[in-house]
């Protein structure tokens, strides 16, 4: 594991939401942090790119950024759990069943500060923050529950309906909170 080396992913769009500003945001996030490397990817909202949560077991962070637009504020998830919802993803394919039995414990939870990081947060920006346990049930707890799997540093922010105007004030206030907390 390369100990200065960051993955942050964001996803597209996905049922009536033709805009996602997660995968605007982990890209201007990772533009703003400096003195790292940092791997951005994109990802479709599809149970097979959950999957690749497993690649955090490479980054010394992994940080991913996901809508969820019902949602007042951002959300700084803490679990992520075993049972995914039975729904289709964008490409129509329910979740798959695992090879072999999850045996992790449910919730998996971060050992990322994440208290510390919600109190960066609020004193950098005017936008609601706060701690979850609740990434929801489906691909975006999916990734998160992988990532923790492969990196227990791992971490999901789910962020509201945001505007381009609002990722692009968000975007650097969140990357010095990472830093600030992370390293």
Do not use: Q
Not at 123 to 129: E, N
Not at 162 to 171: D, I, N, R, W
Request: proline residues 8%; aromatic residues 8%.
């Amino acid at each position: 594991m390369d100990p200065n080396a960051w993955w942050i992913t964001g996803f597209g769009p996905f049922g009536e939401h033709r805009w996602n500003p997660s995968g605007l945001l982990a890209s201007r996030v990772a533009a703003a942090i400096a003195r790292r490397r940092v791997l951005v990817s994109s990802l479709d909202v599809t149970w097979v790119e959950a999957r690749r949560g497993r690649a955090a077991a490479y980054f010394c962070r992994s940080i991913h950024f996901g809508l969820a637009a019902d949602r007042d504020g951002i959300c700084v998830e803490t679990a992520a759990w075993r049972d995914p919802a039975r729904v289709a993803d964008v490409s129509g394919r329910l979740p798959p069943g695992s090879p072999e039995p999850d045996r992790a414990p449910d919730p998996v939870r971060t050992r990322c500060d994440t208290a510390a990081l919600v109190d960066s947060i609020r004193r950098r920006t005017d936008f609601a923050v706060r701690l979850s346990e609740d990434p929801g049930r489906y691909v975006c707890n999916a990734l998160y529950r992988a990532a923790l799997g492969a990196n227990p540093r791992s971490l999901f922010i789910h962020v509201p309906m945001l505007s381009p105007a609002e990722v692009g004030t968000l975007a650097p206030e969140l990357a010095a909170s990472l830093c600030d907390v992370f390293g």
